[in-house]
C-alpha cells in the first residue's frame, strides 16, 4: 500500500473523530454525517475507479461536485427529510442552520479539485488521439496538488469543528 493509498483512506477515521468532537451540536453532526456517509461511497468505490483508468478523472468530477451538494443543499435536505420522516432532529436541524465560512473553504477546494480532474480528462483524451505526446500534469503534479487538497480539507474540517461551540453561540442555537 503506498503513501497515496494510506491517505486516501485516512479520511474516514478523520472524519469519524471530528464527528464525535461535534456530537453535541446538531447542525455540525448533520452536516458530518452527511458528508461521511459520500465519503463511504467514495472510498468504497476507490480500487473500482481506479481501474476506470480514463475515466477515473470523470468519476473524480462526479464525486466532487456529489460533495458540494450537502454545503449548498443542506437546508433543503434536512427539510425534505423531515416531511420524510417527521423526525423533530431534521426541523431543529432545518430551522437552526447557518452557513459557516469553513464551508465556503469546502466549496473551493473542491471547486480546484474539480477542475484539476477535468483539466487531466482532457490531457488523457488528448494523449490517447496522439494530439499530446507527454504528461503535462497527471504524471508529475497531480498528486502532489491532491495530497495538498487533502490536508487543507482536513484543516477546514478541523476549523469548522472547533469553531462551531462559538458559531452555535452566536446564533444562539447551542443545544446541550
Known amino acids: 500500500m503506498d503513501f497515496y493509498t494510506v491517505f486516501t483512506y485516512s479520511t474516514i477515521p478523520f ?10 451540536y446538531e447542525g455540525a453532526r448533520y452536516f458530518l454525517t452527511l458528508l461521511l456517509g459520500l465519503e463511504i461511497v467514495d472510498v468504497a468505490m ?6 476506470w483508468t480514463t475515466h477515473l478523472y470523470l468519476y ?23 416531511k420524510l420522516t417527521r423526525q ?19 466549496m473551493s477546494i473542491f471547486a480546484i479539485d474539480f ?19 507527454d504528461w503535462l500534469m497527471s504524471a508529475a503534479v497531480r498528486n502532489y496538488i491532491v ?3 487533502q490536508i487543507l480539507m482536513y484543516c477546514a474540517l478541523l ?17 446541550n
Open 60 to 82: 473524480n468530477m462526479f464525486m466532487c461536485a456529489l460533495f458540494l451538494v450537502p454545503i449548498i443543499y443542506r437546508h433543503r435536505i434536512a427539510y425534505n427529510l423531515y
Open 147 to 149: 495530497i495538498s487538497l
Open 115 to 133: 477542475v484539476l480532474n477535468l483539466f487531466i480528462y482532457i490531457e488523457v483524451w488528448l494523449y490517447k488521439f496522439y494530439v499530446i505526446d
Open 88 to 106: 423533530l432532529f431534521f426541523l431543529r436541524v432545518y430551522r437552526n442552520h447557518h452557513f459557516a465560512v469553513q464551508e465556503i473553504g469546502m
Open 46 to 51: 476507490y480500487k473500482v475507479s481506479f481501474n
Open 159 to 175: 476549523t469548522y469543528v472547533f469553531r462551531t461551540p462559538q458559531r452555535e453561540a452566536f446564533y444562539g442555537n447551542e443545544t
Open 15 to 24: 472524519m469519524l473523530l471530528a464527528l464525535m468532537c461535534a456530537w453535541k
